[in-house]
């Protein structure tokens, strides 16, 4: 193995121009692959602040349905959010996010007339257990704050600098909407890419005189999402259960043969990244096919390419093949030859590839997090896409480039390495170098 890579070492530095368009090639196709990799391993993998994704349940919303066949679907109701989640006997802790309509906030420093645009999140005191924050200063408000509604407030490291000029803020108020907020915690700034707990600021959603009011006649939709944490992942399938049971018996209780339907909900984090509406879940089946041809289309087009350069490599050195297959070489040996020299060049190309699309994504993380989202909002003024080193450099990541590079090598080297070592022996001696 050793001495093959040797050789296709000396193979690249003699043959520079083939070697350099065939690196190109191959690094082109897989920085694709790799940047819809990592794009999808950083929205489904453990990571800061959601490290329990694995062990996750998310119920985004619901489907309410009369007799009639009159249906309304949107986000769960606090009064489902009491009745049927919070109550859960299997989960670990259950968290309810709260969405109000048509808000917006800013923070207002203080001694100054400026309006800074903040993203903030309506959580409970649940929340900081079900989510992994790193806190610099402080605790998250209390289950007595929440209950009470009291104007407090967590906050990232990045405001409170920005307001303050330092993290050590706690018990210091901050103006939001004109209104003052006891800060109790600072935590470590949570990236954009994390859309569930990304905000600048958490305050409790008691808060919001209206968090218990529904919109529809059953009183089963409003304006909230919940998160279940199992113990362990093996008790994700008993707690979908109990879910399903409890939302069954409250159905059972309204009038009028309202029913609500959670259509496949819960749903496991990664499964929940891909429910896009409120009323239909989403299609694996479909969606599986539909990655594997865009996977499949991305390497099987510039690797029909490549082969064909393979190939002509390969048709130069058809007299060392005769020579070697004339002293006895068996034509499995010949192959593993051509696959092992072939593979230094595709991984050559892959660690371009990698480094390429770390570029890519570093550059342009704004519209490349937002492939394969139905709606994606933008971040607020002067807040920048972060990406930390642990979303971009891990073992699934490199896994995933050297599965490509194995794959790519074998559809580019498989028909030359074929047709160079079956040929016959008095043909490969006689061929022109």
């Given at each position: 193995?050793?001495?093959?890579?040797?050789?296709?070492?000396?193979?690249?530095?003699?043959?520079?121009l083939?070697s350099?368009i065939?690196?190109?090639?191959?690094g082109?196709?897989i920085?694709?692959?790799?940047?819809?990799?990592i794009?999808y391993?950083?929205?489904?993998a453990?990571?800061y602040?959601e490290t329990?994704?694995?062990?996750m349940l998310?119920?985004?919303?619901?489907?309410?349905?009369?007799?009639?066949g009159d249906?309304s679907?949107?986000?769960?109701?606090?009064?489902?959010?009491?009745?049927c989640?919070?109550?859960?006997?299997?989960?670990e802790?259950?968290?309810?996010i709260?969405?109000?309509?048509?808000?917006?906030?800013?923070?207002?420093?203080?001694?100054?007339?400026?309006?800074?645009?903040?993203?903030?999140k309506?959580?409970?005191?649940?929340?900081?257990?079900?989510?992994?924050?790193?806190?610099?200063?402080?605790?998250p408000f209390?289950?007595a704050?929440?209950?009470?509604?009291m104007?407090?407030?967590?906050?990232?490291?990045?405001?409170?600098k920005?307001?303050?000029?330092?993290?050590?803020?706690?018990?210091?108020d901050?103006?939001l909407?004109f209104?003052?907020?006891?800060?109790c915690?600072?935590?470590?700034?949570?990236?954009?890419?994390?859309?569930t707990?990304?905000?600048?600021?958490?305050?409790?959603?008691?808060l919001?005189?209206?968090?218990?009011?529904?919109?529809?006649?059953g009183?089963?939709?409003g304006?909230?999402?919940?998160?279940?944490?199992?113990?362990?992942v093996?008790?994700i399938?008993?707690?979908?259960?109990?879910?399903?049971?409890?939302?069954h018996?409250?159905?059972?209780?309204?009038?009028d043969?309202?029913?609500?339907?959670?259509?496949?909900?819960?749903d496991?984090?990664?499964e929940s990244?891909?429910?896009?509406?409120?009323?239909q879940?989403?299609?694996?089946?479909k969606?599986s096919?539909?990655y594997?041809?865009?996977?499949?289309?991305l390497?099987?087009i510039?690797?029909?390419?490549?082969?064909?350069m393979?190939?002509?490599?390969?048709?130069?050195?058809?007299?060392e093949?005769?020579?070697?297959?004339?002293?006895g070489?068996?034509?499995?040996?010949?192959?593993?030859?051509?696959f092992s020299?072939?593979?230094?060049?595709?991984?050559?190309?892959?660690l371009?590839?990698?480094?390429?699309?770390?570029?890519?994504?570093?550059l342009?993380?704004?519209?490349?997090?937002?492939?394969?989202?139905?709606?994606?909002e933008?971040?607020?003024?002067?807040t920048?896409v972060m990406?930390?080193?642990?979303m971009?450099?891990?073992?699934?990541?490199f896994?995933?480039?050297?599965?490509?590079?194995?794959?790519?090598?074998?559809?580019?080297?498989?028909?030359?390495?074929?047709?160079?070592?079956?040929?016959?022996?008095?043909?490969?001696?006689?061929?022109k170098?």
């Amino acid at each position: 193995m050793l001495l093959y890579f040797k050789q296709a070492w000396n193979l690249v530095k003699q043959e520079k121009l083939f070697s350099s368009i065939y690196i190109i090639g191959t690094g082109l196709s897989i920085t694709i692959v790799m940047v819809l990799s990592i794009v999808y391993y950083i929205r489904i993998a453990n990571i800061y602040p959601e490290t329990n994704r694995d062990r996750m349940l998310v119920v985004k919303s619901g489907v309410e349905k009369k007799a009639d066949g009159d249906i309304s679907s949107g986000q769960l109701s606090y009064k489902i959010i009491e009745t049927c989640l919070l109550s859960l006997d299997d989960a670990e802790t259950v968290s309810a996010i709260y969405s109000p309509w048509g808000i917006e906030h800013y923070v207002q420093p203080t001694g100054s007339k400026e309006q800074i645009p903040v993203t903030v999140k309506y959580v409970d005191n649940a929340f900081w257990k079900v989510f992994s924050f790193r806190f610099l200063q402080g605790t998250p408000f209390t289950e007595a704050d929440f209950q009470s509604g009291m104007y407090t407030a967590v906050i990232s490291e990045s405001m409170a600098k920005r307001l303050f000029g330092t993290v050590d803020v706690v018990g210091q108020d901050v103006s939001l909407n004109f209104m003052p907020y006891k800060v109790c915690g600072v935590v470590k700034d949570v990236s954009f890419v994390t859309e569930t707990t990304y905000a600048q600021l958490w305050i409790p959603y008691t808060l919001d005189p209206d968090y218990k009011e529904n919109f529809t006649e059953g009183g089963m939709l409003g304006r909230f999402r919940a998160y279940i944490l199992a113990p362990s992942v093996n008790e994700i399938g008993k707690i979908r259960n109990e879910t399903l049971e409890n939302i069954h018996k409250f159905s059972s209780t309204i009038p009028d043969n309202i029913e609500l339907q959670l259509i496949g909900q819960p749903d496991k984090y990664w499964e929940s990244t891909f429910r896009l509406y409120s009323n239909q879940g989403p299609d694996f089946t479909k969606i599986s096919w539909q990655y594997s041809l865009i996977f499949l289309v991305l390497l099987l087009i510039p690797g029909i390419s490549l082969s064909g350069m393979t190939d002509s490599r390969m048709e130069r050195r058809l007299s060392e093949m005769g020579i070697r297959r004339a002293f006895g070489a068996p034509v499995k040996t010949l192959m593993w030859q051509i696959f092992s020299e072939n593979f230094l060049f595709t991984l050559l190309g892959g660690l371009a590839g990698l480094l390429f699309s770390y570029l890519l994504i570093l550059l342009c993380a704004d519209w490349i997090m937002s492939i394969g989202q139905r709606m994606f909002e933008l971040p607020p003024e002067g807040t920048k896409v972060m990406l930390t080193p642990t979303m971009l450099i891990n073992i699934p990541v490199f896994l995933i480039a050297l599965g490509v590079c194995f794959l790519l090598n074998i559809i580019t080297a498989i028909i030359p390495a074929w047709r160079a070592s079956h040929k016959e022996i008095l043909f490969s001696l006689n061929a022109k170098q």
